[in-house]
């Protein structure tokens, strides 16, 4: 991605005016009614180059809770309380074909640590001595990631969705009824659902991507944060696994490993380049934001951020 700062912002401000013509298309989900009280119609991008350039676009003040995304965290930590190898031993490394809480892709192991049941088991292996510790500890990655000193945990989406959280209790039983873990799966489950909770703004969320493109090294500290190993594992399942059923045909269209949640949220890593980071709350039958998706994929061209060609 070879070109100035001006060139970068008249590409983005050309690619979100493109991206209007999704405006209007795809839902909002029901299954957290929390997710039911926002505007449906808001957007705000954020790209983060390795560099430390920000551009940022439309409604960037506003908060949305990481939902999914927040299954690199709980990744990331997991990773680093265990080992890649006792990790894969419990949580496979595969996409699946079903949706996000489908109890169906649990065998010895749940398919991969970016579905529901994958990421109720990485919760399980991150250390402290009680849920607040162990929430702390991805609070604060988040925190360090994202260089975003307001997040915290949004009550209201979590109150809201521990209510209502009748499937992924069912997969936390399932999964502990199966011998993938040990503890409490009530316990397990609301790690899980907190880390759902963060709260962050759409630079927040591009500087967290940005620094797993930049190798783990945080974008303004230059400190290491996450290390490289645990990058690699990461950026390769967001490729693989980061949106659900839609993974390969998203990484065919759009070619950059990203990872979506169901508030309409997705990042996108592009390795020793930049991060991307959309918000658009209405969202496809697989659960990703139908306008990010879109405006992904004009980006991807028109920066020449593919990663395959
Ligand atoms: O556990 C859930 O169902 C939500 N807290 C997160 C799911 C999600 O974001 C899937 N995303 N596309």
Redesign the pocket.
């Given at each position: 991605m070879l070109l100035n700062k001006e060139l970068i912002d008249e590409k983005i401000r050309i690619a979100i005016e493109n991206s209007k013509k999704y405006i209007g298309k795809g839902e909002v989900p029901s299954y957290?009614p929390e997710l039911l009280n926002v505007d449906r119609d808001n957007f705000a991008f954020c790209l983060v180059g390795t560099t430390g350039d920000i551009f940022t676009y439309g409604d960037d003040e506003i908060v949305f809770s990481l939902?999914?995304i927040s299954k690199i965290l709980t990744l990331i930590l997991a990773l680093s309380d265990t080992t890649p190898a006792y990790l894969y031993s419990k949580v496979g490394s595969e996409p699946t074909s079903y949706e996000?809480?489908s109890l169906i892709p649990i065998g010895d192991k749940a398919a991969n640590p970016f579905i529901?049941a994958g990421a109720i088991t990485t919760s399980s292996m991150i250390l402290g001595s009680d849920n607040e510790e162990k929430f702390d500890r991805i609070l604060g990655l988040f925190r360090s990631m994202s260089e975003f000193e307001g997040t915290k945990m949004d009550e209201g989406i979590y109150t809201s969705?521990i209510a209502t959280a009748d499937r992924?209790k069912a997969i936390a039983y399932y999964l502990k009824s199966k011998g993938i873990f040990d503890q409490n799966p009530d316990e397990v489950l609301d790690l899980y659902?907190k880390a759902?909770s963060i709260g962050t703004n759409i630079e927040g969320l591009a500087m967290m991507g940005a620094v797993l493109a930049n190798k783990g090294i945080g974008i303004k500290t230059r400190e290491m944060i996450v290390p490289e190993n645990i990058v690699q594992i990461v950026v390769s399942q967001m490729a693989s696994c980061g949106m659900?059923e839609n993974s390969g045909a998203y990484l065919m269209n759009v070619g950059i490993p990203s990872k979506?949640?169901?508030s309409g949220a997705i990042v996108g890593v592009v390795p020793e380049v930049c991060s991307l980071a959309v918000y658009s709350p209405r969202l496809d039958k697989t659960?990703?934001s139908v306008r990010g998706k879109g405006l992904f994929k004009i980006i991807s061209q028109d920066l020449g951020l593919n990663i395959f060609v």
């Amino acid at each position: 991605m070879l070109l100035n700062k001006e060139l970068i912002d008249e590409k983005i401000r050309i690619a979100i005016e493109n991206s209007k013509k999704y405006i209007g298309k795809g839902e909002v989900p029901s299954y957290i009614p929390e997710l039911l009280n926002v505007d449906r119609d808001n957007f705000a991008f954020c790209l983060v180059g390795t560099t430390g350039d920000i551009f940022t676009y439309g409604d960037d003040e506003i908060v949305f809770s990481l939902q999914s995304i927040s299954k690199i965290l709980t990744l990331i930590l997991a990773l680093s309380d265990t080992t890649p190898a006792y990790l894969y031993s419990k949580v496979g490394s595969e996409p699946t074909s079903y949706e996000f809480n489908s109890l169906i892709p649990i065998g010895d192991k749940a398919a991969n640590p970016f579905i529901n049941a994958g990421a109720i088991t990485t919760s399980s292996m991150i250390l402290g001595s009680d849920n607040e510790e162990k929430f702390d500890r991805i609070l604060g990655l988040f925190r360090s990631m994202s260089e975003f000193e307001g997040t915290k945990m949004d009550e209201g989406i979590y109150t809201s969705e521990i209510a209502t959280a009748d499937r992924n209790k069912a997969i936390a039983y399932y999964l502990k009824s199966k011998g993938i873990f040990d503890q409490n799966p009530d316990e397990v489950l609301d790690l899980y659902i907190k880390a759902c909770s963060i709260g962050t703004n759409i630079e927040g969320l591009a500087m967290m991507g940005a620094v797993l493109a930049n190798k783990g090294i945080g974008i303004k500290t230059r400190e290491m944060i996450v290390p490289e190993n645990i990058v690699q594992i990461v950026v390769s399942q967001m490729a693989s696994c980061g949106m659900y059923e839609n993974s390969g045909a998203y990484l065919m269209n759009v070619g950059i490993p990203s990872k979506s949640g169901v508030s309409g949220a997705i990042v996108g890593v592009v390795p020793e380049v930049c991060s991307l980071a959309v918000y658009s709350p209405r969202l496809d039958k697989t659960g990703n934001s139908v306008r990010g998706k879109g405006l992904f994929k004009i980006i991807s061209q028109d920066l020449g951020l593919n990663i395959f060609v």
